[in-house]
């Protein structure tokens, strides 16, 4: 269920690899506004960031989900909107399937990595009536 006017958004965040990952750098704008965003999943392939995400993010006050697969997160009752901080060649595969199943996307540049990716992630996004920020 979409949030209200006054709600707040849950996100997952899918890349929560160490520093310097992006997707660190937007948490850490992002937990300001505990009023407005919850973060409730995060996601990497490797199981050590997802663990150390997890005990953060928790530090911080939020009850986080891990996992090391971003299908799961996208698919998630609990998530909103996703924050894509993956490697390149990641970001339309995962922006694509979180537009199928209901959810906006923050996505790190670059947004494709060819004309083709970005023309089949307009097309989902326009289908879809998602939300795409890059």
Request: net charge positive; aromatic share 6%.
């Amino acid at each position: 269920s979409k949030p209200g006017a006054n709600g707040k958004i849950n996100i997952g965040v899918i890349g929560v690899g160490p520093n310097p990952r992006r997707s660190n750098a937007l948490y850490g704008e992002a937990k300001k506004y505990k009023d407005r965003v919850n973060f409730t999943a995060v996601c990497d392939v490797d199981g050590r960031h997802v663990d150390h995400a997890v005990a953060q993010y928790k530090k911080d006050g939020y009850d986080v989900k891990g996992t090391k697969d971003f299908r799961e997160l996208v698919t998630s009752k609990d998530v909103d909107a996703v924050i894509v901080a993956t490697p390149d060649h990641w970001h339309a595969i995962i922006a694509i399937a979180a537009m199928k199943a209901g959810k906006d996307v923050y996505c790190e540049k670059p947004l494709t990595l060819t004309i083709e990716e970005a023309l089949a992630m307009k097309n989902v996004a326009h289908e879809t009536k998602r939300v795409v920020q890059t």
